[in-house]
Structures are given as C-alpha cells and as structure tokens.
T-cell receptor, first 113, second 112 residues
Framework: SAVISQKPSRDICQRGTSLTIQCQVDSQVTMMFWYRQQPGQSLTLIAT?????????ESGFVIDKFPISRPNLTFSTLTVSNMSPEDSSIYLC??????????FGAGTRLSVL | KQEVTQIPAALSVPEGENLVLNCSFTDSAIYNLQWFRQDPGKGLTSLLL?????REQTSGRLNASLDKSSGRSTLYIAASQPGDSATYLC???????????FGSGTQLTVLP
C-alpha cells in the first residue's frame, strides 16, 4: 500500500474560476489515475496520467477542461477549469501497485456556486 | 465494455447480523477484483483484493469470494456493527487499457 495525500480536501468555488487539485504519493508509481464522483453516483475515470507522457482521457473528458500534469513519479495535479455548478463532485486520485491493486487518496470535495 | 452491477443498492440490518453484498461483472477476463469502503463525503478504503486466480480472501470479519467464470463476487460481513455503516463498492480491473470499473455501490446501514 501507499500513503496518498490529496489537497485541498474541500473547496467552494465561484462559477468560471479554476481549481487545481494536488496528489502526492509516498513512493514512486508509474500510473496515477483521476476519478470524478458526482453526488449519489459511483466513480468515473477521468484520465490516466503516466510520468513523461500526455495524460490519456476517457470519453466525455477533455484536456481543455481537465488539464493534468505529471512532473515526476510521485506527484500529479488535476485542474478543473472554467467551473460550473455541474462540476460539483468529489475528485479522487489513485495509484496502481500492479497485483496489489489500486489505492485512493481521501478525495477533494468541490462545490461550485 | 466491462459493466459492474451491485445488488442490493441499499441494505439496513440490525447489529450482529451476518450479511452478504453481491457484485456481478460482464467480462470475466479480469486481472483482479477489489472491494472498497467509502464513508460519506470521503475517499475509498481498500478492504480486500482478489486476484483472478484466487477464489476468496479474508480479513477479520470480512470474506470476499470470486467466481470468475460466472462473473460474480460476494462480500460477506460477519457479526455486523454500527461502525460498518458505509457504502461498499466493488471494482474490477480488466481490459487491454487496464482500467478499474466500479459498481454503483451498496449503502449499508447497521442499526444499533
């Protein structure tokens, strides 16, 4: 397992602004993932972030709206751009440890007014 | 495309009861299956991980089984406690893209 720290834990933002969420892992990992969990829903994968390459986005998610950085093997950021109330969700990062499965950060609870 | 279904969507039981949560998936070509717990507004805590070659895993009062050929997994919770109240999510890791696909969860309430 690993310790995955996510910041901020929650935020309230105004429509039209952007928020950058940070994810820090205490060990080096190849693959990091970003998920969105809308109210009352399960998790949906936004993108996969590998160090040294562009993030791979799932259908329905675009880089202009959710730019991702992965500068090294222990850190990644997700930006939610030009926010609207529909972006109010919990955003979670996770890391994969091969046969050990995936582990998640505590999440960022975002409310957009 | 992998699809994961969890039944029931919600369950309420009195303290002390044994209970079973169900998970089914459509594509049996999986790498592994994980059960997670999520408390309201929080992140996910991994409970049990079953590799595709395994039949079950146990941790304390929790036991998870996997029948890959039929596309089913169960999470058995023995002697339930109010502290077990949470949403339980099943997720399968599969596909050439190596993705984790989640079910919609079972919201468990254990009444004192």
């Amino acid at each position: 397992s690993a310790v995955i720290s996510q910041k901020p834990s929650r935020d309230i933002c105004q429509r039209g602004t952007s928020l950058t969420i940070q994810c820090q892992v205490d060990s080096q990992v190849t693959m990091m993932f970003w998920y969105r969990q809308q109210p009352g829903q399960s998790l949906t994968l936004i993108a996969t972030a590998n160090q040294g390459s562009e993030a791979t986005y799932e259908s329905g998610f675009v880089i202009d709206k959710f730019p991702i950085s992965r500068p090294n093997l222990t850190f990644s950021t997700l930006t939610v751009s030009n926010m609207s109330p529909e972006d109010s969700s919990i955003y979670l990062c996770s890391v994969e440890f091969g046969v050990a499965g995936q582990y998640f950060g505590a999440g960022t609870r975002l409310s957009v007014l | 495309k992998q699809e994961v279904t969890q039944i029931p969507a919600a369950l309420s039981v009195p303290e002390g009861e044994n209970l079973v949560l169900n998970c089914s998936f459509t594509d049996s070509a999986i790498y592994n299956l994980q059960w997670f717990r999520q408390d309201p507004g929080k992140g996910l805590t991994s409970l049990l991980l079953i590799q595709s070659s395994q039949r079950e895993q146990t941790s304390g009062r929790l036991n998870a089984s996997l029948d890959k050929s039929s596309g089913r997994s169960t999470l058995y919770i023995a002697a339930s406690q109010p502290g077990d109240s949470a949403t339980y999510l099943c997720a399968v890791f599969s596909g050439s893209a190596r993705q984790l696909t989640f079910g919609s969860g079972t919201q468990l309430t254990v009444l004192p």
